[in-house]
């Protein structure tokens, strides 16, 4: 089955304490992409990937980094955390391309204390 | 930064309703998405639409691109109470740009 997975999909943490969250996608997509959702604010790109070493910043990536050491695999890292980054994130991937379909994961809420 | 603005935000109607939301920006994009997001799970992509003027039709949704290709709306006929949920519009830019408007909650009660 085509999917995107993220784990975990719920993590409560502490201010500083570094945390990953990752996702990992089977169909072989170059593009993938990392999103926070808050209320009234919709989605917001955090990070993309288009290919494996090829990253950049989205629209709100302070206090976050990313890799892509493998195509399939684009972790989400939170070197020290703030109660502000806690949100419901979304990873996605999808073929190159702005009007290619983009499949997102079941998403990552993560609170932090 | 491209920006898309959803309307309305919020939506609650009865079983059997029409209604019609909207998805407008002042820049022009390639291409124009909409998703539906349920609680628990991301969005799913319901249609694309690429030209300036195109209707799409998913039975009872029909989705339509502004012929300056700078809005969207989508209508939907006879809402049920399985249309429920997050609607979000999506702007394809230059490059892989893709810009998230802020998404209308609609509720059909039944």
């Known amino acids: 089955e085509a999917q995107v997975t993220q784990n975990p999909r719920y993590l409560i943490t502490v201010t500083g304490k570094k945390l990953t969250v990752t996702c990992s996608q089977n169909?072989?997509?170059?593009?993938m992409s990392w999103y926070r959702q808050d209320p009234g604010l919709g989605l917001r790109q955090i990070y993309y990937?288009?290919?494996?070493?090829?990253?950049d910043k989205g629209d709100v990536p302070e206090g976050y980094k990313v890799s892509r050491k493998e195509k399939r695999n684009f972790p989400l890292i939170l070197e020290s955390p703030s109660p502000n980054q806690t949100s419901l994130y979304f990873c996605?991937?999808?073929?190159?391309?702005?009007?290619?379909?983009?499949?997102f994961g079941p998403g990552t809420r993560l609170t932090v204390l | 930064t491209q920006l898309l603005e959803q309307s309305p935000q919020f939506l609650s109607i009865q079983e059997g309703e029409n209604l019609t939301v909207y998805c407008n920006s002042s820049?022009?994009?390639?291409?124009l998405q909409w998703y539906r997001q349920e609680p628990g799970e991301g969005p799913v992509l319901l249609v694309t639409?690429?030209?300036?003027?195109e209707v799409k039709k998913l039975k009872r949704l029909t989705f339509q691109f502004g012929d300056a290709r700078k809005d969207s709306s989508l209508h939907i006929t006879a809402a049920q109470p399985g249309d429920t949920g997050l609607y979000l519009c999506?702007?394809?830019?230059?490059?892989?740009?893709?810009?998230f408007g802020g998404g209308t909650r609609l509720m059909v009660k039944p």
């Open positions: 999506a702007g394809g830019g230059a490059g892989n740009m893709l810009t």
């Open positions: 990937s288009m290919n494996v070493e090829v990253t």
């Open positions: 996605a991937s999808r073929m190159l391309g702005g009007a290619n379909e983009q499949f």
């Open positions: 820049s022009v994009f390639s291409s």
């Open positions: 639409v690429v030209t300036g003027g």
């Open positions: 169909m072989n997509h170059e593009y």
